[in-house]
């Protein structure tokens, strides 16, 4: 289990590596392609987005048998659950780009003026 995994673990405790290990491969898939919009080159998570990774698989792994819900009500008790757990990070994708000097290629985006 990678660096990321055994964060994930110690937040976690006791879970199925497996379950885990298929969450980071996804979220770490769906992150780099996030990122892509500002460098067409990006293959790996910088460093300092690593939490992003952390912060999605608790997420989603919480969420697992919850799949296609958007909320859920129990006794009093509802929960809701995010379309695109990424879309929360946004901000702090677009400050990291900042950071970098990088812009939105915009590639993929219509303008009508």
């Known amino acids: 289990m990678n660096q990321i995994g055994e964060r994930i673990k110690v937040l976690l405790g006791d879970v199925d590596e497996n379950q885990v290990n298929v969450l980071v491969e996804l979220v770490e898939s769906q992150l780099v392609n996030k990122l892509k919009v500002y460098n067409e080159e ?3 998570i910088p460093l300092c987005l690593e939490y992003i990774v952390v ?3 608790i ?3 919480n969420y697992l048998g919850s799949e296609g ?3 859920e009500s129990v006794e009093g008790h509802s929960m809701s659950f ?3 757990y990424l879309n ?3 901000d702090d994708i677009k400050l990291w780009a900042e950071v970098e000097g990088l812009t939105d290629n915009g590639k993929g985006k219509v303008m009508f003026l």
Do not use: P, Q
């Open 55 to 57: 912060e999605t698989v």
């Open 59 to 61: 997420a989603r792994f």
């Open 88 to 90: 929360r990070f946004d």
């Open 69 to 71: 819900m958007s909320s």
């Open 42 to 44: 990006i293959k790996a």
């Open 82 to 84: 995010y379309e695109n």
